[in-house]
């Protein structure tokens, strides 16, 4: 509506206006939520499957710990060695892993649509005035 139109509308056809906005800008905030809070559940399911594939890496070191003591206990020193090197690296990719989880998990909490609240503050103190 232009400014003339708008000066010359009723009471009634101004309400109706307003409502169909507010109506329409509730819609488009609820939308915006809803993708928000897609976007943190894919970057809480990134994490979370890191932090697994780091648990998993834990075990499999852990598991070759207990073979290199038991070479070392068998044999003179190549075979724990290598086994012992082995582990060290699953431990590194574990606590890797670990870290990259960890930064996903913290970047999708908390589980709030920060960006559609603030536009609803917005859109609030708008109408206020």
């Known amino acids: 509506m232009t400014r003339t139109a708008l000066a010359e509308a009723s009471i009634g056809e101004l309400v109706a206006r307003v ?6 800008l509730v819609r488009d905030e609820l939308r915006l939520a809803q993708l928000e809070m897609a976007k943190k559940g894919k970057y809480a399911g990134l994490g979370a499957g890191l932090l697994g594939g780091g648990a998993l890496f834990a075990v499999l070191g852990v598991g070759t710990l207990v073979a290199a003591a038991v070479l070392g206990l068998s044999e003179a020193l190549s075979g724990w060695l290598s086994a012992l090197i082995v582990a060290g690296a699953l431990f590194v990719i574990a606590g890797i892993a670990a ?8 970047g999708a909490v908390p589980p709030v649509p920060e960006e ?14």
Do not use: M, P, W
């Open 116 to 129: 559609a609240l603030q536009g609803v503050k917005l859109d609030l103190a708008a109408l206020k005035r």
């Open 19 to 24: 409502t169909e906005e507010t109506s329409t």
């Open 99 to 106: 870290l990259i989880g960890k930064k996903e998990i913290s």
